[in-house]
């Protein structure tokens, strides 16, 4: 589903990722790791070029984009077949909850604005909003404009979901309905990455774990591998800290 081939990103002369490789496999859901700075997100934004590798292959459903010869209709194709939850949510202010996420519907897939509303209104009861399809997002907490976040990636029906620090910016007594909503989408199959510091709920959900630092994965494996038995000091030190941070 996802493959990842010898990946390297560079602002002006910061190597932020350093020969990434990766499969990761359809309705598999792999979360990624790591300290700050260790290139989580970068590589996230990678994948659907909204960073564009310096060298490298990021193939997805057999759309396959090498850095060094991408077309800009190669990159639109790869950008579709994913959908992208942010930390800042990302929503247009002068939009309705259900205006949000038709927007994707009628803009990128052309699909006329009452199937539009009907399908936004289906996903929007999946996430637990359909009591807000009015609202503005002024008007939602934290919690509920990420849940709308992640309609409105759901809406795209991506092949692929990335998740780039879902709960950092939410007050703590928000996260756990943002995770439940993740977890629900993943309960429904759907491939995911998912960058967090969530460390009990990446156990929970993932398939597989990745530990990244310094722009390179350092160690990968189940969650009861990774977080029972790291093979590696440095997931060895990352973890314990975390945890004492808890």
């Known amino acids: 589903m996802i ?3 010898n990946v390297h990103k560079y602002f002006e002369r910061q190597h932020v990722l350093k020969g990434i490789d990766l499969n990761v496999q359809k309705g598999e859901v792999v979360s990624i790791l790591g300290p700050s700075g260790s290139g989580k997100s970068t590589l996230l934004r990678c994948i659907n070029y909204l960073e564009k590798p310096n060298r490298g292959i ?3 459903g057999g759309k396959r984009v090498d850095a060094q010869s991408a077309k800009k209709a190669d990159i639109v194709s790869l950008r579709n077949s994913t959908g992208m939850v942010f930390q800042q949510y990302n929503l247009f202010k002068n939009f309705t909850v259900l ?3 038709m927007i994707g519907l009628t ?3 052309r699909i006329h604005k009452a199937e539009a509303k009907k399908q936004s209104i289906e996903i929007l009861e999946r996430v637990g909003l359909a009591n807000r399809l009015d609202h503005y997002p002024a008007q939602l907490s934290g919690g509920q404009q990420q849940r709308v976040g992640i309609a409105r990636a ?3 029906d991506p092949e692929v979901l990335l998740f ?9 007594e928000l996260v756990d309905e943002v995770l439940a909503t993740i977890r629900k ?6 491939t995911m ?3 967090t510091h969530e460390l009990q709920f990446a156990r929970a959900i993932s398939d597989r774990v990745i530990f990244m630092e310094d722009g390179k994965i350092v160690e990968e494996g189940t969650p009861e591998q990774l977080f029972n038995h790291p093979k590696v000091e440095r997931t060895k030190q990352f973890l314990s800290r975390a945890n004492r941070n808890d």
């Open 164 to 172: 780039d620090e879902p709960t950092s910016s939410l007050d703590p």
């Open 58 to 60: 990021v193939e997805i």
């Open 154 to 156: 759901l809406a795209l």
């Open 99 to 101: 205006q949000n996420v």
């Open 193 to 195: 990455l998912i960058v």
């Open 107 to 109: 803009s990128v897939k």
């Open 3 to 5: 493959k990842l081939e």
């Open 185 to 190: 989408v993943a309960d429904e199959g759907n």
